[in-house]
Nanobody
Framework: VQLVESGGGLVQAGGSLRLSCAAS????????MGWYRQAPGKQRELVAT???????NYAGFVKDQFTISGDRTKRTIYLQMSSLKPEDTAVYYC?????????????????WGQGTLVTVSS
């Protein structure tokens, strides 16, 4: 399974962007997916996650600014971002947790996408 993000770019403060993350390939069951971001000089931080049954969880700073959603049939999640601020500038990464069941054991694998850059100008 591979994760491919898209939708990043340059936007002015106050603008909106929608990020997409598509999981391609076969194998395993996706249990949950999420968005993380890493701003220059800072650690990677959680933005939002969504489970396979559609339950969403947000970081405290998100409030109503971002909305995570998913399409199980397309194995894709989205992050709708609005009222963007310069401090939202970061590389946004998609992560998926995949359950692999074999005769020997059940494993949870974590996969990361390559990231998509979001730049918000003032």
């Amino acid at each position: 399974v591979q994760l491919v993000e898209s939708g990043g770019g340059l936007v002015q403060a106050g603008g909106s962007l929608r990020l997409s993350c598509a999981a391609s390939g076969r194998g395993g069951e996706i249990t949950d997916m999420g968005w993380y971001r890493q701003a220059p000089g800072k650690q990677r931080e959680l933005v939002a996650t969504i489970t396979s049954d559609g339950s969403a969880n947000y970081a405290g700073f998100v409030k109503d600014q971002f909305t995570i959603s998913g399409d199980r049939t397309k194995r894709t999640i989205y992050l709708q971002m609005s009222s963007l601020k310069p401090e939202d500038t970061a590389v946004y990464y998609c992560k998926a947790r995949i359950k692999i069941v074999t005769i020997e054991a059940t494993k949870i694998l974590e996969l990361w996408g390559q990231g998509t850059l979001v730049t918000v100008s003032s």
